[in-house]
């Protein structure tokens, strides 16, 4: 019987409409040797008094509170008490499936791979709920590394990692869009192998007043520096350069989608935006525009944005 303990993570900002719901479904998994650590990053609603009401002093919980620096330090806060052999990733308006813990456990352990996936609902505010699948499938670090391939997922919620490929990597605190895309290349660095299972899992609330919906502000730029650090451990870590070359095309996209957000906002400094529209001429227009993993409306975007550069 496999009794290896799991650490989940959960990181909650102002979570007092979601956090109970979210505890609820990790409290109860059918796998019992977790450990539960809830960072509170600061909130300033009732999400704090509810973790505290919900937990009732189970052992199993580790409850930390902090003052509000941001999701990817209340990520590191957590990975620096964890004790887990494996770690997986709640978002505190996130639920999961009883059985997630229990079946990615087995899965990993039966595989031998050093990740393992599942898939997932979309679920909306008014009750709508949409599934996103993938085959189940035992794929490679170059396939899951390549931007065209279906399995190319970069959030590190819905995922088991083994904890030695985590090690000392720690989420980038200045950086506030794909900060989770760039951990996640990061462990796949240091991954052999992942397995997708087929089971719909994990409940992914789609939260349309998020960060990641607002995009025209300053911190949005942080995107593109995600994206161009992703591109530059391709070409260190990767010999194959087809996905080098995919990986400058992303890099490519955020600068585009950067510069078209900022639609002459004066938002970004002047350094930022000339660095920015120096990658841009860098890169091969043709062949951003030849890629089958870019859409149609992001290439139109190119046009737009055109005589800003």
Known sequence: MINKKVSIIIPVYNSQETISRCLDTILNQTYKNIEIVIVDDGSTDESYSLIKLKINNDPRIKLIKKKNTGVSDSRNYALQIVTGEYITFVDSDDWIELNLIEKMVETLEREKVDIVCCNYYLNYKDNRQRKVERKESKIDKLEALNPSSKYYFTTVWGKLFKKNIINDLQFRTDIF?????????????????????????????????????????????????????????????ISNKKLHNKAKIYAMYSAINVLYEYNNDKVIDDIKLNEIKGFIKQCNIIEYLLSDFISIKDKIKLFIITGNI
Do not use: C, P
Not at 177 to 190: A, P, V
């Open 177 to 237: 869009y794909s900060e989770d895309t760039l951990f996640y290349i990061q462990t796949l660095m240091n991954s052999n192998s992942i397995y997708w299972v087929k089971e719909i899992l994990y409940h992914y609330y789609v939260n349309e007043n998020g960060a990641i919906k607002n995009k025209k502000n300053e911190k949005f730029i942080t995107d593109f520096y995600a994206r161009k650090e992703i591109y530059d451990l391709y070409k260190i870590e």
